[in-house]
């Protein structure tokens, strides 16, 4: 699996430090592992305060729409909250690791473990918890 992240990523310093220890608990061949490191040690950190309001981070819940027209808010959350029915996407999943960073309005662009490559238009980031004064979460 190829997970492609973009160049100019930018992440909190919270949810690097979080991310870099659960990516130290995975096995080495873990697909995910490589990239989301990568992406991460190239990524432009800042303080929670910093954080562009139109950036999706830990805990954001951003509205999509996928090629169908069919809207569904997501969150991007850890491993142990994800919940697929409820909208909670696992950061260390290929979409997860899309949204990490993703600007909106915009796209992201990932492949599921099985099957061909999808898209889903970012239109609305209803929380970020840094623009709500939430650095803690």
């Known amino acids: 699996m190829t997970i492609a992240l973009p160049d100019d990523l930018v992440v909190n ?3 690097y430090l979080r991310i870099t220890r659960l990516l130290a608990q995975l096995p080495r061949d873990a697909g995910v592992r490589e990239a989301l490191a990568g992406a991460l040690e190239a990524a432009d950190r800042v303080l929670p305060a910093e954080m562009p309001p139109d950036v999706v981070t830990m805990h954001s819940r951003v509205v999509t729409e996928d ?3 069919t809207r569904r808010t997501l969150t991007l959350c850890y491993p142990d909250a994800a919940d697929a029915a409820q ?3 696992s950061v260390l999943s290929p ?3 899309r949204l990490l960073g993703a600007a909106v309005p915009g796209t ?3 492949q599921p473990p099985e099957g061909a490559a999808r898209s889903l238009r970012l ?3 209803q929380y970020q ?3 709500s004064g939430d ?3």
């Open 13 to 15: 310093e919270l949810d």
């Open 67 to 69: 090629a169908d027209g």
């Open 87 to 89: 909208g909670r996407v």
């Open 95 to 97: 979409l997860g690791c």
């Open 108 to 110: 992201v662009q990932w």
């Open 123 to 125: 239109l609305e980031l």
């Open 129 to 131: 918890p840094e623009a």
């Open 135 to 137: 650095y803690a979460v």
